[in-house]
């Protein structure tokens, strides 16, 4: 028997992806588990082509930011 889940991921948040690629492909290996993807704009007001992290968080925030992501992300055996 299959195992619904629904995901509301946005397509630009890093930790979604980190999620993505580690904890739902490990439920999808271990389980029968059937996806039922939602799409959710975590910030609806970003305009098209996106915004540069430093001018939401500013320079020193946004490098503190990208460290930790690596780190995290690696802890999950996410890597660029």
């Known amino acids: ?13 890093p930790f979604c992806f980190i999620a993505e690629m580690s904890s739902v492909r490990r439920l999808q290996e271990e389980y029968d588990v059937e996806l039922d993807w939602r799409g959710f704009e ?10 540069r992290l430093a001018d ?3 320079e020193e ?12 992300a ?3 055996g996410v890597t660029g």
């Open 1 to 13: 028997m299959s195992l619904k889940v629904t995901l509301y991921t946005d397509i630009v948040c």
């Open 74 to 76: 690696a802890e999950f």
């Open 56 to 58: 939401v968080f500013g």
């Open 61 to 72: 925030r946004t490098r503190a930011m990208r460290g930790y992501l690596t780190r995290f």
């Open 42 to 51: 975590l910030h609806p007001d970003t305009p098209p082509g996106g915004r």
